[in-house]
């Protein structure tokens, strides 16, 4: 199941992030655990932040089980290849999108 934590605006997000909001949200499942996005383009990000341009999305990690953790971010950094850095925080999973090379037509 996908949730959105209350505040959490998708206005503006870039399809690219909603593809990997899903692709998530699979993994989640697949562990057995819900996933609540707790920020898209909203809240306080650091200056240039791919937030503010709907480039980035934050996942909630303190419902995932310890040990199925690394798992679950490797399955997620699997499936959206090379385009999306997908990080583990102290609190969160950060997605973002970032191309390592240019957009084609």
């Known amino acids: 199941m996908l949730s959105l934590k209350p505040g959490v605006r ?6 690219e992030i909603l593809l ?16 609540m996005v707790t920020s898209c383009i909203e809240g306080k990000h650091s200056v240039g932040s791919f937030h503010y341009a709907g480039s980035a999305a934050d996942l909630r990690t303190n419902n995932v089980p310890a040990e199925k953790l690394q798992a679950l971010v490797a399955k997620i950094r699997a499936a959206l290849g090379g385009d999306f850095d997908v990080v583990l925080e ?16």
């Open 90 to 105: 102290a609190d969160h999973l950060h997605l973002e999108f970032q191309p390592k090379q240019p957009l084609t037509a």
């Open 20 to 35: 990997a909001i899903l692709a998530a949200e699979r993994a989640y499942a697949e562990a057995g655990c819900e996933l």
């Open 10 to 15: 998708i206005t503006g997000v870039r399809p």
